[in-house]
């Protein structure tokens, strides 16, 4: 029993800790791996397939595997416009297919803006700017980035997104490629679309000036690893011990609550036989027409609420005690206002 309080109170710090702190940059995630994995697989290539126009099916052996997934996974979705070489859809397929995130939204990259900073937010952590042609070290895969229209200066008012995949993910299928990123194109009046492609963010950056907003999935592991943690930490022997004792209870305020206490006790018990000998009175004197029904019933009653008075001052220093000894562990020391 002690064993699993221990756990619960370490688990219940710890995810408090993880959940309090927004500022923290967490490295790729289990789900960020899988989708990285994922559109390494559905990549056309390097060399981009060009389509008459973005929502040309050009169905051959290179697009096959994306064409299958789009069609699968872009199903009745807002705003859709039959697109297949395009950038939003070709992200929106990744992340749908790889079961990460269902409500993605599949069109037009303003929506996805919206969604990643309202309620995708729950799921995507905005992490940073990102600027084409910099070096990737603040990237994981599985990022998605998506022009920050924020703090976009560059006088370039369309918008685009695209994936980091990391060049791991990528040379699993392309063995000979330094290609790390994926992305399709769009464009509405010339031989321009294109299906998603492999490039590498830091050496082709295309001459884009634009800041990239990267949104990172959440993920499961952090919480899995603190429970993990949980359970060693929970079978070993180990005493929080701050550089500086801090008792949130003083001994001599918990002296002072225990003998309050106290006396609260010998008053109520004081309190009971006053009542009692009056209602006593009452039956003898036949004042009262309920007799010694109503004197019994009253008499349990008080009884009862003096038990319980009575437990309090045997309980009360245990409370205090295990306050005092889970103070340290949530962060209590000598420069807290309640530290004595």
């Not at 051959?60 to 939003?88: E, H, L, Q």
Request: with cysteine; hydrophobic share 40%; glycine share 8%.
């Amino acid at each position: 029993m002690k064993k699993k309080l221990k756990k619960f109170i370490i688990c219940i710090f710890c995810l408090f800790s993880f959940f309090n702190n927004q500022n923290l940059v967490y490295g790729a995630t289990t789900e960020g791996n899988k989708m990285a994995d994922l559109g390494a697989s559905l990549a056309c290539g390097e060399d981009r397939i060009y389509a008459q126009w973005s929502s040309t099916r050009i169905y051959n052996n290179i697009t096959s595997n994306y064409i299958n997934a789009r069609d699968k996974y872009i199903v009745n979705a807002p705003n859709d416009d039959g697109s297949y070489a395009s950038c939003d859809v070709s992200v929106a397929t990744i992340v749908k297919a790889s079961g990460v995130d269902p409500n993605f939204v599949a069109f037009l990259v303003p929506e996805q803006w919206r969604y990643l900073k309202g309620e995708g937010s729950k799921k995507w952590r905005y992490i940073g700017n990102y600027y084409k042609g910099n070096n990737t070290d603040m990237l994981e895969p599985g990022d998605v980035m998506v022009v920050n229209p924020d703090a976009n200066n560059s006088g370039n008012d369309y918008m685009h997104i695209w994936m980091y995949l990391g060049n791991s993910a990528v040379r699993k299928y392309w063995p000979n490629s330094n290609a790390d990123s994926i992305e399709g194109g769009y464009n509405s009046y010339e031989n321009g679309s294109y299906y998603p492609t492999l490039f590498n963010a830091k050496e082709n950056a295309h001459g884009d000036p634009r800041p990239y907003a990267i949104f990172r999935f959440n993920g499961t592991d952090a919480v899995k690893y603190i429970v993990q943690w949980a359970n060693i930490a929970a079978t070993q022997n180990i005493e929080f011990e701050p550089a500086d004792s801090c008792d949130v209870i003083s001994g001599e305020l918990s002296t002072y609550i225990s003998n309050l206490f106290l006396y609260i006790c010998i008053g109520g018990i004081i309190l009971v036989i006053i009542l009692s000998s009056i209602s006593l009175i009452k039956v003898v004197a036949g004042h009262d027409s309920e007799g010694l029904y109503n004197f019994f019933h009253s008499l349990k009653a008080r009884i009862i609420c003096l038990i319980v008075l009575l437990i309090l001052p045997v309980i009360i220093p245990y409370l205090l005690n295990i306050i005092n000894e889970v103070a340290p562990i949530i962060g209590f020391d000598s420069n807290n206002p309640l530290c004595k």
